[in-house]
């Protein structure tokens, strides 16, 4: 015990002393904030941008139609006609609409045009032909002499809102939360054991290349060495990921409290404009940020969180004792390639699965990757939070705590041969072989 | 006398292979027991069962008298013949931790490494990493590592490879001083004139069988042949004549040796009725003798014949 307490806090130091670790924990945050700010300031340059349509309108009847909006403005070149207007305006206007004459309204709707040199957001075009299919029907209505107050007055909003069996209402946002909580936890996990499975497999390969492994296991079982290495190596990870987590957080916080500054100060800007116009503003916006309080305090919490744990450690030692194998089988990195792909590849159908897993949680797809012990772990931590029998999660717990059992047996057999193994780049039938040695 | 270390009857296979059939040996304490084999005859398979890094298919372990258990790692050290040490730590660490993986106490072990350290004449190194290090200076550490928490049995497999000769030597002279201080060594290794010079006793073991075993000394008189190398003072003249009348009574064959005189070098092989004394006599009438030694077989000539015998 207290051997392994001295493997432990090695590689734990080994790790943490290392200069590609300690640049990865420093880089890391400030890259992932910078990637965030790049994002949000991309967002904004393109929300900022104002487009100008220049239209000519030959039939005369749907001018009325083109009010400037905060993000387009619209010009009327109808006085000059088409071929002039094109010509003059080719660079200066992001695009020009072309209303024909033409003489029934069903030949008008189908008649227009939109001339621009790169093809037109899509956005854009879909608001013009609401406001177009709006002023058609319009004149279609009066055409059939029919009061247009009336027709108003028999429109209908239906909202559905939607509610489970045992009554918890459900939205959209909620849907969005459940995916960001699963999602996250289950990419973190893979996250988690790749980059710190491959570095258990590295500081395998390190003590073979370097030759101490035989001192080594001459004072400790090879058993008690993977394990300190496996358990060490987490520390470290874990140690890196608070680091990021806090450090992330307290960037976001500074720089949320900066552009929070920015956006108090451009809403007062607008609040003298438009003092009525603000508070609605921000009326709907707190009903929004209740609506998603209420969601998250919705969410399983306390399940998601014990399951985390428990998927986090059995799935990260299922995977970094297959690493742990592999490197002993091994003697150098480039060795490792045929062996890497079969460990890759549940990791990767997870990932993938738990897309599907957000469109459907419960379908069969999910169901079976959540309960097969090498994907549970990512894809049942992302079917959680939209609410798990508790049978599935137990099934899938025992099965992989099952496994874990077996395949560190496993790995602990071929690391124990694999370790005094020089030369030979093994196959999978002397794998097979050093489990009966 | 008493034994350190007594294996009975070890076999061991992987798979088809069989790595040691059937093998028992005994380091009487206090001596240098020379492990001795070809390539691949089985010697590091044994020497990681006594390890206990690899466990015997049968056959039985013995150290100091108990039956080998996990704690007894801390009565043996071993330097092994493919070893290493962490090359971007720090000597001085990597020696505590192993020291304490030994079962040493880190203020013990501490103290220990520096009385090492400054008889080696290598304190400066303590905070150096290995890499910083040349090979012959990394095995130095490696050495003191291996010794450092004074086992009663000490194992080690080709100590003297890469080191010069000024540093093989003190090597050489810390492991007798060990022995004298009471510890008992194993020693494996190709390089016979060491073994000469090392061992007490030895064992020959050969495609996974011990051939052959006991004490250094028994074994040379076992394989000892009856010939001795002769000079005679002569010149060009009187060579041939008496080289044919050494030749009418004995077995006579030309000996390689380069010699300072011209005198005839020979090695006769005398019966078994023949003593020493009869060759002289017969010799010191013919010519003025400047030469005479009994052939010993050395290490190297008793290996390969045993080993030539085996097969």
Excluded at chain 1, 64 to 70: G, L, N, Y
Excluded at chain 1, 188 to 213: A, C, N, Q
Excluded at chain 2, 209 to 215: F, R
Aim: with cysteine.
């Amino acid at each position: 015990m207290n051997k392994l307490k001295l493997i432990i806090k090695r590689e734990f130091l080994a790790k943490v002393k290392n200069k590609s670790f300690i640049v990865m924990t420093i880089l890391s945050p400030l890259l992932m904030v910078g990637l965030f700010m790049l994002i949000i300031f991309l967002n904004q340059k393109n929300s900022e941008e104002i487009r100008t349509v220049a239209f000519v309108d030959d039939s005369q009847l749907l001018t009325a139609v083109f009010k400037d909006t905060d993000k387009t403005k619209y010009v009327d070149l109808t006085a000059i006609g088409l071929e002039e207007a094109r010509k003059q305006t080719e660079n200066s206007y992001y695009g020009i609409l072309y209303i024909p004459k033409s003489d029934t309204l069903e030949n008008l709707s189908k008649g227009i045009l939109f001339y621009s040199e790169d093809s037109p957001s899509l956005n854009l075009i879909s608001a013009i032909e609401n406001k177009l299919e709006k002023k058609i029907r319009d004149l279609k209505i009066e055409q059939l002499n029919i009061d247009i107050n009336q027709v108003k007055s028999a429109e209908t909003d239906v909202e559905i809102t939607s509610e489970n069996f045992s009554g918890e209402k459900s939205s959209k946002i909620g849907s969005i939360l459940k995916m960001i909580t699963g999602g996250g936890f289950g990419y973190l996990i893979f996250m988690f054991i790749i980059i710190y499975g491959t570095s258990v497999m590295r500081s395998v390969i390190e003590e073979k290349t370097s030759r101490i492994i035989e001192v080594i296991i001459s004072s400790v079982k090879p058993f008690q060495l993977m394990l300190g290495k496996i358990l060490g190596n987490a520390l470290a990870g874990v140690l890196q990921f608070i680091i990021w987590m806090v450090s992330a957080g307290f960037l976001m916080f500074v720089i949320a409290s900066v552009f929070g500054l920015e956006s108090a100060s451009s809403s007062s800007a607008m609040g003298q404009m438009n003092p009525e116009m603000v508070q609605q503003v921000q009326e709907t916006a707190m009903s929004e940020l209740q609506l998603a309080f209420l969601e998250v305090k919705n969410l399983p919490i306390l399940t998601i969180f014990f399951s985390f744990i428990v998927y986090f450690i059995g799935g990260y030692l299922i995977y970094s004792s297959i690493y742990a194998a592999i490197g002993a089988a091994v003697d150098s990195e480039t060795d490792t390639q045929q062996f890497m792909m079969p460990v890759m590849l549940p990791l990767i159908i997870a990932i993938y699965v738990g897309f599907s897993v957000i469109e459907n949680p419960h379908g069969p797809i999910a169901l079976g990757f959540s309960l097969f012990p090498l994907t549970s772990p990512i894809v049942m931590l992302m079917r959680i939070p939209f609410g798990v029998p508790w049978w599935q999660i137990l099934t899938s717990m025992i099965l992989l705590i099952g496994t874990f059992i077996l395949i560190v047996w496993f790995a602990a057999k071929i690391y124990r041969v694999g370790i005094l193994m020089y030369g030979k780049k093994p196959t999978y039938k002397d794998l097979y072989k050093w489990l009966r040695y | 006398m008493e034994n350190v270390l007594t294996v009975e009857n070890v076999s061991k296979n992987y798979g088809n292979f069989t790595a040691l059939n059937n093998v028992s040996i005994s380091v009487p304490k206090g001596s240098v027991f020379g492990l001795l084999g070809p390539n691949g005859a089985g010697k590091t398979s044994l020497i990681r069962i006594i390890n206990q890094i690899t466990l015997p298919d049968s056959g039985t372990i013995y150290l100091g008298g108990e039956k080998l258990q996990p704690q007894h790692v801390h009565q043996i050290g071993y330097l092994p013949e493919e070893r290493g040490l962490y090359k971007s730590m720090k000597v001085g660490e990597q020696a505590l931790y192993l020291a304490q993986l030994k079962g040493l106490s880190k203020s013990e072990a501490k103290k220990k490494l520096q009385l090492w350290f400054e008889k080696f004449d290598i304190s400066n190194w303590w905070d150096k990493k290995i890499q910083e290090l040349s090979k012959g200076m990394a095995q130095k550490v490696q050495f003191i590592v291996t010794v450092l928490h004074s086992p009663k049995l000490l194992i080690f497999d080709e100590p003297f490879s890469g080191f010069d000769p000024i540093n093989a030597n003190l090597i050489k002279d810390e492991i007798l001083k060990l022995r004298d201080e009471g510890a008992s060594i194993i020693f494996s290794t190709h390089r016979m004139e060491s073994v000469e010079e090392l061992c007490d006793n030895i064992a020959l073991i050969n495609k996974s069988n011990k051939i052959l075993d006991g004490k250094l000394i028994d074994i040379k008189k076992q394989y000892r042949t009856n010939q001795f190398e002769v000079g005679l003072l002569s010149n060009k003249n009187t060579k041939e004549v008496l080289l044919n009348q050494v030749k009418e009574h004995f077995n006579v064959e030309t000996a390689a040796t380069k010699s300072f005189y011209n005198d005839l070098r020979l090695i006769v092989s005398l019966k078994n009725s023949e003593t020493s004394t009869d060759l002289i006599n017969f010799l010191n009438d013919k010519a003025q003798i400047n030469h005479f030694t009994e052939i010993i077989p050395s290490t190297n000539d008793i290996f390969i014949k045993a080993v030539g015998d085996n097969e």
